[in-house]
């Protein structure tokens, strides 16, 4: 991990829940770079937070290697522990773009802000309809609408 961009804080109309998202930078061990849209949800009293990593239009993240999941999970856990306490219980979830869009349910565990992958358990592709209910739950913006907001609230930094 090389960089972040600043953090956008997005409290639900309704008081409810809160999205904080930022930009990363993933560098990869033989120097090749890609952005990460990572999206901190909390969903309110009584609902797990869930971190959404999602491609960057232009990127392609490296979702089959399950260091480079775990490198970019805990990078995001840092940008993030400032304003998150207890990490247990996130759901961790991949936005993929490409060849077809998909959310996935990854099979990520965090122990005292360290992740790890879950043995025994692969990557779990949500069904159009859960997706979809699950995108609408988390209040997940499409990830070009995102980038835009970010960009007119804090620059063009990237």
Do not use: K
Request: aromatic share 4%; glycine share 10%.
């Amino acid at each position: 991990m090389t960089d972040a961009s600043p953090l956008d804080v997005d409290r639900w109309d309704d008081g409810s829940g809160v999205t904080t998202s930022v930009v990363l930078v993933v560098q990869a061990p033989g120097g090749s770079t890609v952005g990460m849209l990572a999206r901190w949800v909390d969903a309110g009293t009584g609902r797990r937070p869930v971190l959404v990593l999602s491609d960057v239009p232009g990127s392609s993240f490296w979702w089959g290697v399950p260091a480079a999941v775990l490198l970019v999970v805990g990078h995001a856990l840092q940008v993030f522990r400032a304003h998150r306490q207890g990490t247990a219980d996130v759901v961790v979830l991949g936005d993929r773009r490409a060849p077809v869009p998909t959310l996935t349910e990854l099979p990520v565990h965090v122990v005292d802000g360290v992740p790890s992958v879950l043995s025994g358990r692969a990557p779990r592709v949500l069904d159009t309809a859960e997706a979809v209910a699950a995108a609408r739950s988390l209040r997940l913006r499409p990830v070009p609408d995102l980038l835009g907001r970010m960009r007119l609230e804090h620059g063009s930094r990237r």
